[in-house]
C-alpha cells in the first residue's frame, strides 16, 4: 500500500490501516525517543503521544513532505517538550530531596569513558544532541533531519559539527 | 583527540548511550487505543450509535401515525378482541426511509463524483467540493454501517466510495493534477460511475432497503 492510500484508508477510519501506519513508523520513533530520554517509561509515553497527535494531524497533511519525516517532525517536538517537563519536575524535586543528583538517569557505574562519554552527549544542548543522535547513533541523514526539525540542511551538518567540538573538549578534559 | 579515536568513540556511542531495547509494540498500541477511545468516546462506534437515529425515525413516524390514526378515525365498537401491531408495519416505513436516504445519497455522490472528472479548478477542490465529499463521507460511513449494507454489492459500491471521497477530502488546492488524475483513474478501474448509475436506478433497491 502507498503512502496516498493508506492516508486515505486511514482518514476513512480503516482500523486495519491505523495499524498498518503505527507499525511503518513506530520502531524508529521508540528508538529515537529512548536514544533521547534513556528511559523505558519515558520512551512509551513519548511515542504514544506521538501517534496521538499524528492520528489527531493527519488530515492537515498535505503530502508535502514523505509520511515519515512528517511523523519525526511530531515525534522531535513531542520529545524535547517533554524532556523540557521532566527535567523541570527533576530539578526541583532534586533540589529539595537531593542536592547531589542532579542530571541524567542513565550512566550508573561503568568504566571511566563509559561515563566521559555519557556525560560528553549529555552536557550538549538538546539542539545539538538530537542532530548527534539521529545522524551518529540512529542513522538518520542530514535531509531527513532537516526535515523533522524544520530548519535547512546546512543547519543540521552545523549543528553537528558543532556537537563533534564540544564532545572532543569534553572527552579531552576528561 | 585524533579523527580515528573520535570515530571509535562514537561507536561505542552507539552501543552505549541509551541502547534501545526492543519497543514494546502491543503495549503502545493498547495504550493508543484506549487514549483515543477516552478522548473521543465512541469514536469508532459513532456509525453504529448514529445509526441508532433510523429504527427511532421509524419507529417515531409509527406513534405519530398511530396518534393520527386514533385521532381522525372513530373508535371502533368494543369487541373485547386485542388488536395488535403487526411487525410488517413497522418494517414498511423503515424501509421506505432507508429507500428515501439511499436515493438522496447516491444522487449526491453521482453529482459530485460527475463535477469532479469534469475537471474542478483547485479552489473548487479545496473548498466547496472538499467540504461537500466531506458532508457525504460521513453519509457513506452511516450507510456502511446501516442495514442497506447487507447487500455486497452495495456493500462494495460503498466501500469504495468510502476511499474516493476520503481522497477527494484530502486534496489541496495547490494539489499536484497527477494527484486528481490519481482517483480520476481510481474511479474508472474501479468502474464506479458504473455501479453508482445501476444501483441508482429508480426500482433497483436491494431487498430491505
Known sequence: ?174 | MSEDRFDEILRQARETYHRPPKPPREAIWAAIERRRERESPGRRRLPRRRWICWPAAAAAVLVLGIAIGRVWTPAPPPTGIIETETPDAGRGEASALYRLAMERYLGQADALLTRFRAGSPAGEVNGFLSDWAHGLLVETRLLLDSPAADDVELRRLLTDLELVLAQIVQLSGDSRGDQRQWIRDGLEKREIMTRLRSQAAPGDFPKGV
Open chain 1, 1 to 174: 500500500m502507498d503512502e496516498k492510500h493508506l492516508v486515505a484508508r486511514v482518514l476513512a477510519r480503516d482500523a486495519e490501516a491505523e495499524r498498518a501506519f503505527y507499525e511503518a513508523h513506530v520502531d524508529r520513533v521508540y528508538r529515537l525517543a529512548y536514544r533521547m530520554a534513556g528511559d523505558e517509561a519515558l520512551a512509551e509515553d513519548f511515542t504514544q503521544d506521538t501517534f496521538l497527535r499524528a492520528f489527531d494531524r493527519l488530515p492537515g497533511f498535505r503530502g508535502e513532505a514523505r509520511l515519515s519525516t512528517w511523523i519525526h517532525s511530531i515525534a522531535v517536538s513531542v520529545i524535547l517538550n517533554g524532556l523540557r517537563r521532566v527535567k523541570r519536575r527533576r530539578d526541583r524535586e532534586t533540589c529539595v530531596e537531593h542536592p547531589d543528583a542532579l542530571g541524567h538517569r542513565n550512566p550508573g557505574p561503568g568504566p571511566e569513558t563509559r561515563i566521559g562519554l555519557t556525560r560528553a552527549i549529555d552536557g550538549l544542548t538538546d539542539k545539538l544532541r538530537v542532530v548527534l543522535l539521529m545522524h551518529d547513533l540512529e542513522g538518520y541523514t542530514h535531509e531527513e533531519i532537516a526535515g523533522a526539525l524544520g530548519i535547512p540542511v546546512g543547519t543540521s551538518k552545523a549543528r553537528l559539527s558543532r556537537a563533534h567540538d564540544k564532545m572532543r573538549r569534553a572527552l579531552a578534559a576528561c
